[in-house]
Each structure stands twice: as C-alpha cells, then as structure tokens.
C-alpha cells in the first residue's frame, strides 16, 4: 500500500499517530516546545522541510539539484491566525476554504504530530468548530508525523522495511488492539466512505509503530514479506487478512 505523496494541508495525507498519547514534554512559557524547522518524509523516501514563519509555513524539497537548471519545489501554507502555540488558523493560496492545523509533541526534539481534522469557510468557523465540535476517538488516526533534524538524519541511516525482524514486524502489523475501537468508530461516523482509508490509518500506524522501533518505513527498498517470512502462518495472516469488524 502506498500513501498520496502531497496532501491539500500539512503535505502527505495525514495518518494515524494512535500509538502515541502525546503529552507536554520540554516547556518554553507554559507549552510545549515545537521547533520552528520540522522534517516530513514521504512514502516514496522524498523529504520535505517546513519552516515555521511569522505568517506562514514556508514547504521545502530537500534534496540536492540535479544539474544548474534544477529549481527545488517550495510551497506555502499562509497562517491567518494563531489560536494558541499548538494550533493554527491555516489557509492555502486561492483556496476559499480554511483549515485548523493541529500540533503537538510525541518525543522532544525528535518526534511531532499534525493533522487538520476541522475546515471552514472562516476563522470564526474554525474557531467555533474547534471549541464545540466534540472530538471523535478516530481523530487522531489523522495525525501526520514530523521530526526534528537530529531524528531525520538518524532516519536516514536506519535500516529499512528489507531488514525488519520477525519480532518488530509482528508488533507493527498487530493493531486490532491498538487502534481497532477507533477504526470501528470511524467505519460507524462515515458510514460508505472509501474502505481505502482505513488500510491508509492500519498502514500509516505499522510505519509509526516502526520508526519507534529504531526502521525508517520510508526509505525505497525492495522487499516482500510474503516471501521472507513464507511458511510463518501468524505473519501471513497478519499480513493479509482484511479489515473487518463484522
């Protein structure tokens, strides 16, 4: 499975971060701190870079040009206002529509979470939504994870989804425990929607699951499973039943 590289927000569609229970870790005036440089790595091993700027985030290909006549893609996200030091009022040029990007800590000075969960056709909408609108337990499934530059160096040189273990892939491919009841919830709030996206929420949990674990699911390997861990029947159905709550 494969995940979008260029999300309408915050880069790639957004995805689950349930594992982790994000909590106020290193504090700068009362929040958390969130470095103002943030990187994101895409399913096709592609890194972005979001700098963080008095009115906007400034979105950045990192990577080195291929010839003089090579130009490295940036993109702006225009921040209309700041409701406190973890969410943002955001909206993308020539687009009506606004958006409440979320931000929040999983490991200081290493690992983020965002998502923008709550649109609207005006800040106080937004605002409206964000205060009132109660928060479903699925929500969080939506969270897009961003990592300092120390974590993304590191990143780089870990192993990838060729070299995982038996143990490790069996942690990441169990989530029925870990994020069935949320998934159930999503299925029963949207009923008929793309069954695609709750693959998306199981995939982008494992690839959470696995960066903790020391692996880069990002980087481009070639692999399969099925292969490697042929004859092992608990991995193959892990690895092939479908999603189902029936």
């Not at 980087?219 to 292969?227: F, G, I, L, R, S």
């Amino acid at each position: 499975m494969k995940l979008s590289r260029i999300g309408r927000w915050f880069g790639i569609i957004a995805f689950s971060a349930i594992l982790f229970c994000p909590k106020l870790y290193a504090q700068e005036s009362g929040h958390s701190v969130i470095p103002k440089t943030l990187y994101v790595f895409g399913s096709y091993g592609d890194l972005n870079r979001y700098d963080e700027k008095e009115a906007l985030f400034l979105i950045t290909e990192e990577r080195e040009l291929y010839d003089e006549n090579d130009v490295l893609r940036v993109d702006t996200i225009l921040i209309k206002e700041r409701i406190n030091h973890h969410n943002y009022i955001i909206a993308r040029p020539g687009r009506a529509v606004l958006g409440l990007l979320q931000r929040d800590v999983v490991i200081p000075d290493s690992t983020y979470v965002a998502s923008t969960s709550i649109e609207g056709k005006s800040v106080e909408e937004i605002k409206k939504k964000f205060k009132d609108a109660p928060k479903e337990p699925w929500v969080s499934l939506l969270n897009r994870q961003l990592f300092s530059k120390a974590k993304m160096e590191k990143m780089k040189e870990a192993p990838g989804l060729d070299e995982i273990t038996r143990k490790d892939l069996l942690e990441s491919l169990s989530w029925r425990e870990a994020i069935g009841e949320q998934l159930k919830s999503y299925l029963d709030s949207n009923p008929g929607k793309n069954p695609n996206r709750l693959y998306r929420m199981v995939e982008n949990y494992r690839n959470q699951k696995l960066v903790l674990l020391g692996y880069n699911p990002y980087k481009q390997v070639v692999y399969n499973w099925q292969k490697q861990f042929e004859g092992d029947e608990e991995i193959i159905k892990l690895l092939t039943e479908p999603i189902s709550f029936d």
